[in-house]
């Protein structure tokens, strides 16, 4: 088993930033790769950045590349989302989640290719 608790959410003016973290425990993620999804009320759960074991391939949805960005310390369990230029579109509960597969250098991209997913934290951008 492993337990995701997602940190480093709040509220944020437009334009502004915050980093996301997402410490893993129970056991080491660091041969899975790792996602960010986001989620907003009557809304799937949408993809938004992943990041592979190694760290050496990374993606990002179209909506927020070039504007987030995804990493991870593989000695601390924890993968990171640093969120920049953030708009009020971006305003949702963002979630992290553990791939299924082990150590592919393979972006996955769906839901269905994850498991163990935290909490979430609430992200409001204000306009």
């Known amino acids: 088993q492993v337990q995701l608790v997602e940190s480093g959410g709040g509220l944020v003016q437009a334009g502004g930033s915050l980093r996301l973290s997402c410490v893993a425990s129970?056991?080491?993620?660091?041969?899975?790769?790792m996602g960010w999804f986001r989620q907003t009320p009557g809304k799937e759960r949408e993809f938004v950045s992943a990041?592979?074991?190694?760290?050496?391939?990374?993606h990002d949805a179209d909506s927020v590349k070039g504007r987030f960005a995804i990493s991870r310390d593989n000695a601390k369990n924890t993968v990171y989302l640093q969120m920049n230029s953030l708009k009020p579109e971006d305003t949702a509960v963002y979630y992290c989640?553990?791939?299924?597969?082990?150590?592919?250098?393979?972006?996955?991209?769906?839901?269905?290719?994850?498991?163990?997913w935290g909490q979430g934290t609430q992200v409001t951008v204000s306009s």
């Open positions: 990041i592979t074991w190694s760290g050496s391939n990374t």
């Open positions: 989640a553990k791939q299924k597969v082990f150590r592919t250098e393979t972006i996955q991209t769906l839901r269905y290719q994850y498991e163990y």
């Open positions: 129970g056991r080491t993620i660091s041969n899975y790769g």
